[in-house]
């Protein structure tokens, strides 16, 4: 199935899903290891295969290196904005939810 063939929900429904999927990988990861390396392996995860996206649009060297600008804020303000999303979900639900994020 081609993306180009969802409306907006299913391909919203695929999102969500792959994210879930991430999120439950990540948790089973630290589960043996610190929250914090997990983390950091899925942002460099993510840089590798967002530079791996970057390439897949160019044609040439010349056409890639002309791309990074333009990549780099793309994903560094999608980056931002997603962050600051789910920081102040968490600051909202932080007295709920607290007792499942700290240390035990």
């Known amino acids: ?23 439950d990988q990540a948790n089973a ?16 995860a993510a840089s590798r295969f967002n530079a791996y996206v970057v390439s ?3 044609d040439t060297l010349e056409d890639f290196e002309r791309d990074l600008s333009r ?16 920081l102040e979900d968490y600051r909202q639900l932080y007295s709920k939810y607290a007792h499942l994020t700290r240390k035990q």
């Open 71 to 86: 990549a780099r804020k793309f994903f560094t303000g999608q980056y931002t904005e997603m962050l600051d999303e789910n």
């Open 56 to 58: 897949r649009h160019a």
């Open 29 to 44: 990861l630290a589960e043996t290891q610190s929250a914090e390396n997990v983390g950091l392996a899925l942002l460099y």
């Open 1 to 23: 199935m081609n993306d180009e063939s969802l409306n907006d929900d299913e391909l919203d429904a695929i999102y969500k899903r792959m994210i879930d999927e991430f999120i």
